[in-house]
């Protein structure tokens, strides 16, 4: 089993495609090299998504659970089913992060759940602050804070040029999700 030395922690952001792709590539990389990979995808509710199914085919090295209430999150609108499954994927975060099991801890959509004000900005930072030197932990989402960007050591942000969607076409399943 290959261990981290020096886990980083790296955020993908931006408005363009490619967050949670970029992410779910680095778990497919790392379990090719033996590290073990657990992705906690956060405000993904309605199913349907591919990574649910295709990365079954690389357990138990890579490992995913979502947590999101059914429907999407309108700020200013009544958001406590989508607070209550953000604070339990966060709680089970934070025991796969201790457990010291995992290499890398991925929290696909986390900077989105502190976007829509579903979790405290301030926590998952402190989560970043107690992360244990070996664990190499990836956040993604739109929006990401001066507070995050300043706190990762690797920030990519995807930036949209062009996009289907302004065609007329639609998410394609296999393709965006």
């Known amino acids: 089993m290959a261990n981290l030395t020096n886990g980083l ?3 993908y952001t931006g408005d363009g495609k490619g967050k949670t792709t970029a992410a779910l590539g680095l778990a497919i990389r790392a379990v090719g090299h033996g590290f073990r990979v657990y992705i906690i995808q956060f405000m993904k509710g309605r199913g349907g998504y591919g990574e649910l199914e295709g990365l079954k085919r690389l357990q138990p090295e890579c490992q995913l659970e979502h947590f999101g209430a059914p429907g999407w999150v ?16 966060f709680r089970r975060a934070q025991e796969i992060i201790d457990s010291g099991e995992w290499d890398i801890v ?6 989105n759940a502190i976007w829509f004000e579903l979790i405290p900005e301030s926590e998952v930072l402190e989560l970043l602050n107690k992360k244990p030197p070996h664990v190499e932990l990836v956040l993604t989402g739109r929006n990401a804070s001066q507070a995050f960007i300043e706190r990762a050591d690797l920030v990519t942000e995807m930036v949209q040029r062009k996009h289907p969607f302004e065609q007329g076409i639609m998410a394609r399943l296999g393709i965006e999700y």
């Open 9 to 11: 922690i790296q955020i």
């Open 74 to 89: 309108h700020k200013g609108e009544d958001i406590v089913e989508h607070i209550q499954e953000v604070r339990k994927g």
């Open 106 to 111: 991925i929290l696909d959509e986390i900077l």
